[in-house]
């Protein structure tokens, strides 16, 4: 299911993004037709309107196409809402400054989700503060560690500190509690919306300091708070009592209407 400014969506108006890849998004688990953190998606939307295009959106706009999409939808399924203009050209991208908004709708998984085993690679996201649709990196850096018998990546950076996962944020719980990666990375809404839950630290996390944790998750809105069970060949433990409080506090989120 695709729209695109509100209408079903044809192969032809698709041919820019798939050529050009020039865009950014953001994707939203939705539940009865409820959002945890709808506020925040629709904010990042707007923000990054203004870097990848230099123009305003209006998320309000957006919130109505979404809902011509979605609104006749049951249970649980996440909405992607793609924006890019339709008419750049590969050599112009300074010409995106028309905003198109793409809609589409796929399954959700039944939360919590098991736990990951990650591999350490050493990468960083173009323009990390922006959630583009320049993926190739992230999914090369996936394959890699899908291909060694992992299930996902987990970045670092050139100076060993650790910054996020393919597509999701990383966090950590030591002796005094739950710590974030202070690092280049997107700033997620399922991790903002967990931060509100209490008092969290962010400071650097070095790869060592990682495998050295009492626990390790994966955060964003499909997959919850999703526990790592190795970060390389380091075991850790999926059965913190941090980690359950943490899934708690994001359920217990209450979820804003389409």
Known sequence: MATLNGRPVTPDALLTLTLTNYGHFTSMRVDDQRVRGLGLHLERLVRDCRTVMGTELDPEKVRAYVRRTASD?????VVRVTVFDPAVEVG???KADHPGVLVTVRPAG???????????????????????????????????????????????????????????????????GVVWPEADALPG????????????????????????????????????????????DMPMTTEHPVLNQLREAYLAVPGERL
């Open 110 to 176: 039944s939360l919590p989700m098991p736990p990951l085993r990650v591999k350490s690679v050493r990468y960083e996201r173009d323009v990390p503060a922006v959630k583009h649709t320049g993926l190739f990196g992230a999914l090369h850096a996936r394959r890699s560690a899908l291909l060694d018998g992992y299930d996902d990546a987990l970045f670092i950076g050139p100076d060993n500190r650790v910054s996020e996962g393919a597509t999701w944020n990383v966090g950590f719980i030591d002796a005094n």
């Open 189 to 232: 809404v399922t991790m903002a919306l967990l931060q509100r839950s209490g008092k969290h630290r962010t400071v650097p996390v070095t790869l060592a300091e990682a495998r050295g944790m009492h626990a390790a998750f994966a955060t964003n809105t499909t997959i919850g708070v999703r526990a790592l069970s190795a970060v390389d």
């Open 73 to 77: 939808l049951t249970g649980s399924f």
């Open 92 to 94: 112009r991208p300074d």
